[in-house]
């Protein structure tokens, strides 16, 4: 493997697996792919302590990091502990002042704690947490990219959501955003670049638009 690959490693968002970027390519000259996969958080864990130890299982110096939703919140917190070469985050937010209102709504009145979380084998309300969408016509194809159906997972990611608190961002941060986000709407939001009907599964419909622009994102 020639060491002067760039190595790209992908975190998929909540509960969601890495097989999300499945359909997700890069010239294999120039970039190697990783893929990151959530862990199950330990008790009282908090967001920094998970992101240090997600941080450890990079192994390659100024690696690219690449986070879906909650896993561009998270691989903002993990760069916080590491020399890397660029972060760029997809359908996600860079400040709590791009966080949709009815999150911050959450947070105020704790309201996100009566979430139906103990339901996490009902894969339409899990899907729903995951992509933002209801997926009944889709329902089998939404579940394969599921890998995580434990309640105190889901309330603890929930959580710590709600409560992420970072008020600035790295200048060099790259935000690719679609215009019909549900989770994140745009209007928020800034200094991003927009994919046009794009909405928060993306990654999944719109991996041409990915597959075009990405090494070159990657490199400028």
């Not at 760039?6 to 190697?32: C, N, R, W």
């Not at 941080?55 to 590491?82: C, D, N």
């Amino acid at each position: 493997m020639p060491s002067s690959r760039i190595h790209v490693y992908f975190m998929p968002g909540l509960a969601a697996s890495s097989k999300i970027f499945e359909f997700i390519q890069l010239p294999s000259d120039t970039f190697q792919i990783h893929y990151l996969e959530w862990f199950l958080p330990e008790r009282g864990m908090t967001f920094e302590a998970y992101a240090r130890k997600m941080a450890s299982q990079i192994k390659y110096e100024h690696s690219v990091l690449v986070g879906v939703s909650f896993g561009g919140m998270l691989v903002q917190e993990m760069a916080k502990y590491l020399p890397v070469r660029k972060v760029i985050i997809i359908s996600s937010i860079k400040m709590k002042s791009e966080m949709p209102k009815r999150l911050l709504f959450a947070k105020y009145t704790k309201v996100h704690r009566l979430l139906p979380t103990g339901l996490v084998n009902n894969v339409e309300l899990l899907s729903k947490y995951a992509f933002g969408e209801t997926v009944t016509k889709r329902l089998s194809l939404y579940e394969q990219y599921l890998s995580i159906r434990d309640k105190y997972y889901l309330d603890w990611s929930i959580d710590k959501i709600v409560h992420w608190s970072q008020s600035s961002y790295d200048p060099g941060l790259v935000h690719i955003h679609g215009d019909r986000d549900a989770v994140f709407p745009v209007g928020p939001i800034s200094n991003y670049i927009p994919v046009k009907g794009g909405t928060h599964t993306m990654i999944l419909h719109r991996f041409k638009w990915f597959n075009e622009r990405l090494p070159t994102i990657i490199l400028e």
